[in-house]
């Protein structure tokens, strides 16, 4: 099982829609969790990190599940801005580890 | 701008060359860390430096040689390289590499050397 896995899509969804993206990791003793947008031909940018309460910015919403190792982005409202990939990332295991990040989800959201 | 910036942004080079990515972070931050990005692959860590200190090399080969001569400056030194080795090659910098309390590990890129070689 890889250490990170996400679909890598492509989504293709309309303006307005709601779209959410899985990702699932194989290290139960992760502890830190991230979702990073990066756009065509650009660097990776933080865009949220994800707490086990959940967390909510404005219209994205990032959900935490320690038993089933699964994180979730949920993007409602998408904007034509909001075409990018979305990579989803990890902190494997419970030490000073770096970051593993998973090929990424793209995103087109057409108008 | 995220405060990391690289230079040069392209490179074209051939297999004999020896040639310096540099990185250079200005927000106080004291790890840094090298990636790779291939098409169609996630993101792969090379090297970390934590207070210029390697802390992490990933098996990456020797024809690539890292030197963090400051918390602030980061260099790869490619020799030999091969064609397989034509990628986005990032620098991020994080807060610390160390994971402690309170403390946030987000890193921030640089907007990458986008390198190939003939």
């Known amino acids: 099982r890889k250490e990170v896995e996400q679909d890598p899509g492509p989504f293709n969804v309309p303006e307005g829609a709601t779209v959410a993206f899985n990702c699932t990791y194989s290290n139960s003793a992760s502890q830190s969790f991230f979702w990073y947008r990066q756009d065509c031909r650009k660097e990776p940018k933080l865009l949220m990190s994800v707490y086990s309460s959940g967390n909510e910015d404005g219209r994205f919403t990032a959900q935490l599940n320690r038993a089933s190792q699964y994180i979730s982005l949920l993007i409602r409202d998408s904007k034509l801005s909001d075409s990018a990939t979305y990579l989803c990332v990890v902190n494997i295991g419970s030490g000073n580890t770096p970051l593993v990040f998973g090929k990424g989800t793209r995103l087109s959201v057409i108008a | 701008e995220t405060g990391v910036t690289q230079t040069p942004r392209h490179l074209v080079m051939g297999m004999t060359n020896k040639k310096s990515l540099k990185c250079e972070q200005h927000?106080?931050?004291?790890?840094m860390y090298w990636y790779k990005q291939s098409a169609k692959k996630p993101l792969e860590l090379m090297f970390v430096?934590?207070?210029?200190?390697?802390?992490e090399n990933n098996s990456v080969p020797s024809r690539f040689s890292p030197e963090c001569p400051n918390s602030s400056h980061l260099f790869l030194h490619l020799h030999t390289l091969q064609p397989e080795d034509s990628a986005l090659y990032l620098c991020?910098?994080?807060?610390?590499?160390?994971?402690?309390?309170?403390?946030?590990?987000?890193?921030?890129f640089g907007p990458g050397t986008r390198l190939t070689v003939l």
């Open positions: 927000l106080g931050h004291n790890a």
């Open positions: 991020a910098s994080s807060q610390t590499h160390l994971r402690l309390a309170g403390v946030s590990n987000e890193q921030f």
């Open positions: 430096y934590n207070f210029k200190e390697q802390t």
